[in-house]
């Protein structure tokens, strides 16, 4: 009892983890420029038989299961399940109306809104996902520290000023 209790709490994370990511990038914003003079011929076109079907169609499979089990997960719910998602979801509410006039916020405070409310109902998942994180957060941060600190000795080195202070 106690393991199906376990990855059912893990499928609801991860169902609330996938829908949170979705709902973080409909917050982007984009320019679309136009496309060249109707005139001119278009050489960029892509006829049907160049078409990567192949790749695509395996994609376009596992996202359609995806939707089919999480609409499956969906249907036989475990008891407390929608409540919970309605705190986590009016949290992320919450945060777009603290996120009111700079895109930098509502990239941040949403999301950060509803993983606080979710780690109320899945501590444990939110320790490992903060593990996973932090881990990945000092990782890409010893990157850029090494990239930085390898620019900065190619800068330091004699011949790459432009005006040396001795040649005036």
Not at 3 to 12: F, G, I, R, W
Not at 29 to 34: E, G, I, P, R
Not at 107 to 125: D, E, K, N, R
């Amino acid at each position: 009892m106690e393991t199906t209790v376990h990855y059912k709490t893990l499928h609801e994370w991860k169902v609330m983890q996938r829908s949170m990511g979705l709902a973080s990038l409909s917050l982007l914003t984009f320019k679309v420029y136009a496309s060249p003079k109707k005139d001119s011929p278009n050489k960029n076109s892509v006829k049907v038989d160049e078409e990567k079907y192949f790749y695509t169609k395996p994609k376009v499979q596992s996202i359609v299961q995806w939707g089919i089990d999480n609409y499956e997960y969906l249907q036989n719910a475990p008891p407390g399940f929608f409540p919970r998602l309605g705190v986590i979801g009016f949290a992320g509410l919450v945060g777009l109306l603290f996120a009111r006039g700079s895109k930098i916020k509502k990239l941040i405070y949403p999301p950060g809104f509803m993983g606080f409310a979710a780690s109320v109902y899945y501590p444990q998942q939110a320790i490992s996902f903060a593990q996973v994180s932090g881990e990945l957060l000092y990782d890409w941060g010893l990157r850029g520290y090494i990239v930085i600190e390898d620019l900065w000795k190619n800068f330091q080195k004699p011949g790459n000023v432009k005006n040396p202070p001795g040649n005036k």
